[in-house]
Each structure stands twice: as structure tokens, then as C-alpha cells.
């Protein structure tokens, strides 16, 4: 089966000669129809550059990518009108009503709100009470509804979500997600880039990126087996101090504040023992050590720590 998105040493630098700041170095990958695949990293990783170009915003420096079989260079009209596109920033009319900003979007793809309402029909029907309001006066949670309407009234065979959770409350962004995995059920394509590292769990793939590289790819899963040292979750009376202790025990190979606690990446010869033993010698009280299974975040800090 073909890919629905290819990247292929995708480059983009900004900037003059004297002040370059390079966004992307060498991006490659391939998205499956039907995938939700994420792309996972920090502010500044590059994410809402690769999605630019993968919807004809921006043109790269160097390499070749490819949505839905289109060049992104050369068909970059046909791809426009296969595409849904939901920037990181609520970018809609503010002035315009919730159903005004449906019908003028829909206007611009030669349809209407009706042509393919099945496909928003779920999402539509949670804010269609405020049909009559003005998008800038919508809560939140309802803008990004609304913004993922207007990217999925001329239903797209690819949809791109820049950051569509930042700054959304834990409830919609869970609804959010619910949402997404029902437009996977009807065929469509979804990347969607965070910086959350729990919402790497739902997607199906992802590629974590940081400073325009990335560094690793495979299914949450596989990210998780690819953590190879044992971690431990630590807490004392006095964390601050406790983590100014940690980062001076030899028998680490990491750690850092982490919730509650602080992880604690072991090197091979260290045991726990060792460790709550040491800890005693600097003088911890209420301290607790307990083994805990690595997540995305966790192998996200060892890949940073492997490419510096």
C-alpha cells in the first residue's frame, strides 16, 4: 500500500548567513493511510515547520515530500484541496459566528456544511447550541472544535493538527482524542504534533523530534522496549536537595525531577541498595525508592542525552 505522507531529507533554514537557525535537518519519514501517526518534541523542535511545508506553506531548503502522491512543490493546488489543516493557533474568524466561519470554509472548497456533514456530524452537534455566538467569544475547548470542523468540511484524505491540545483543559483534550480516533475509523489520515509526551500513547507511530532532527520512530510501545537501563522513582523530605545529591552520585547515568518524584536512570553495576545506602550517608529522611517502567518522556530524555 502506498504511503499517504512521504519527507525525504526535508531542510529549512531561516535566517541570514551570519544568524542561521536551522528548523529542520534531514527529516525522512512515511505515514501509512489510515495512521494516526504523532510527531512528538518541544517547543522549537520543528514541528509547525514540517507540517508548513507538508501543506504548501512553506517551501524547503532541500528534499522532497510527498502527501496523498503529490508533490508538495509541484502539485501544491492539488494537495490543498486534499488536506485539512488545523494550526497550532485558533486562526479563525473571530468576528464571524460558529456557522458562519463553517459555511465561508465550506464556500471556499465549492461545498457545504451539509455535502459531508457525516463526517462532523459528532463534533458539529456539540456546538451547534452556540451556532449563533461569535467564534472569539468560544470557550477553549469549543474553538478547537470549531477549528476542527472548518479543517474537515471538504473531507480531507490527510488532515494536519499543529498542536491542537496546548492549552486546552484535561477533559476536551481526552474528548479531542476520542474525536481523532473516530475519523481514523472513517479513513482519514491524521498527524497531529504535541508536546505532550502521555498523548504519544494514543497515537499509533511516532516520531520524536528535537532541534529539527528526529531521533527515533516506532509505535509508543516500541519506544518504551527501547529503554534499556533500569529506573527508579525517588522522593525524600527535601527534594531539592535530594536531587543536588543524586547528580552527585557516580552510579547514575541520569536524573531529574519528574512529578512527585525524581527519576533515576541506574547504571548496570548499581543497585538500589546502593543507592538508598547513599542517600542514608547524606543524611534523607522520609526517603523512597521503587522501580518503575519507563514511558515516551523517559525515552525522550535518554535520546536527548544520547545525541549530545
Known sequence: MNAAVIAQNLVKTYGTKKEEVQALK???????????????????????????????????????????GFDVVKDYEAI????????????????????????????????TIREHYELIKDIYEQIEPFKDRRAGKLSGGMKQKLALCCALI????????????????????????????????????????????DEASLCDRVALIQNGE??????????????????????AANMFRLLKDLQQFPGLLDTYPFGEYHHVVLKPETTEQGLYAYLQQKGHTETKLQQVEPNVEDCFIALMKTAT
Do not use: C
Not at 512528538?40 to 502527501?67: H, M, N
Not at 484541496?81 to 466561519?101: A, I, W
Not at 474528548?175 to 498527524?191: A, C, D, P, S
Open 26 to 68: 534531514g527529516v525522512s519519514f512515511e505515514v501509512a493511510p489510515g495512521e494516526i501517526f504523532g510527531i512528538i518534541g518541544p517547543d522549537g523542535a520543528g514541528k509547525t515547520s514540517l507540517f508548513r511545508i507538508l501543506t504548501t506553506l512553506l517551501l524547503p531548503d532541500e528534499g522532497q515530500a510527498q502527501v496523498d
Open 80 to 111: 490543498r484541496h486534499r488536506v485539512g489543516y488545523m494550526p497550532g493557533r485558533f486562526s479563525l474568524y473571530q468576528d464571524l459566528s460558529v456557522e458562519e466561519n463553517l459555511k465561508f470554509f465550506a464556500s471556499i472548497f465549492h461545498t
Open 154 to 197: 471538504h473531507r480531507p484524505t490527510v488532515l494536519f493538527l499543529d498542536e491542537p491540545t496546548t492549552g486546552v483543559d484535561a477533559v476536551s483534550r481526552k474528548e479531542f482524542w476520542e474525536m481523532l480516533r473516530n475519523l481514523k475509523q472513517q479513513g482519514i489520515t491524521i498527524l497531529v504534533s504535541t508536546p505532550y509526551m
Open 214 to 235: 528526529i531521533m527515533s520512530i516506532d509505535t509508543p510501545e516500541g519506544i518504551v522496549r527501547s529503554f534499556e537501563h533500569p529506573l527508579l522513582a525517588v522522593r
